[in-house]
T-cell receptor, first 112, second 114 residues
Framework: DGGITQSPKYLFRKEGQNVTLSCEQNLNHDAMYWYRQDPGQGLRLIYYSQIVNDFQKGDIAEGYSVSREKKESFPLTVTSAQKNPTAFYLC???????????FGSGTRLTVV | AQSVTQPDIHITVSEGASLELRCNYSYGATPYLFWYVQSPGQGLQLLLKYFSGDTLVQGIKGFEAEFKRSQSSFNLRKPSVHWSDAAEYFCAVGMKTSYDKVIFGPGTSLSVIP
């Protein structure tokens, strides 16, 4: 079945370390997105990509970086510059025809 | 600016009772609208979507939503709630800009009493 796979489900990081969250989709969707979810704040867009080798900043891109070398993959790196990285991270993808987003099951990142 | 509001932060209903979750949006053009559901620790799942045509939209799990342009609303309904419906529900507005931009509401948490 087609879908989006995020890994790992849980991730622990020491302060000062970079960490990369994986997102892979086999839906042949063109666009991919990264959201951050905090309690009481809904979903906030970090980065998005419409095509391979191109991506744009969302509303809260500071302290994050992404790449889009393949259509299927959109990894997110949480850098040491992100001041409060502990959160639930969601990856999503969408087709060209306003089909709505398909979400992965999320990665919970905790800084220890 | 475009926005989505969900006036109810938390709702509690009894199993078997009817449910209505409210959603209001602010957008200058005709929007396309979504409802998503999220179980604890999981991603969001699309319940239903409205693009055009019939303003009453049927979705999965027995949910439906009605688009009312005059009220800028897209309320979600279910005639009889099951315990497994307890989750967080997000309304979202989509628009075609430079990309397929979707704005999510803050969510409504639903609890179901046996």
């Amino acid at each position: 079945d087609g879908g989006i796979t995020q890994s790992p489900k849980y991730l622990f990081r020491k302060e000062g370390q970079n960490v990369t969250l994986s997102c892979e989709q086999n839906l042949n969707h063109d666009a991919m997105y990264w959201y951050r979810q905090d309690p009481g704040q809904g979903l906030r867009l970090i980065y998005y990509s419409q095509i391979v080798n191109d991506f744009q900043k969302g509303d809260i891109a500071e302290g994050y970086s992404v790449s889009r070398e393949k259509k299927e993959s959109f990894p997110l790196t949480v850098t040491s510059a992100q001041k409060n990285p502990t959160a639930f991270y969601l990856c999503a993808s969408s087709p060209r025809d306003r089909g709505g987003y398909t979400f992965g099951s999320g990665t919970r990142l905790t800084v220890v | 600016a475009q926005s989505v509001t969900q006036p109810d932060i938390h709702i509690t209903v009894s199993e078997g009772a009817s449910l209505e979750l409210r959603c209001n949006y602010s957008y200058g053009a005709t929007p396309y609208l979504f409802w998503y559901v999220q179980s604890p620790g999981q991603g969001l799942q699309l319940l239903l979507k409205y693009f055009s045509g019939d303003t009453l939209v049927q979705g999965i799990k027995g949910f439906e939503a009605e688009f009312k342009r005059s009220q800028s609303s897209f309320n979600l309904r279910k005639p009889s709630v099951h315990w497994s419906d307890a989750a967080e529900y997000f309304c979202a507005v989509g628009m075609k800009t430079s990309y397929d931009k979707v704005i999510f509401g803050p969510g409504t948490s639903l609890s179901v009493i046996p």
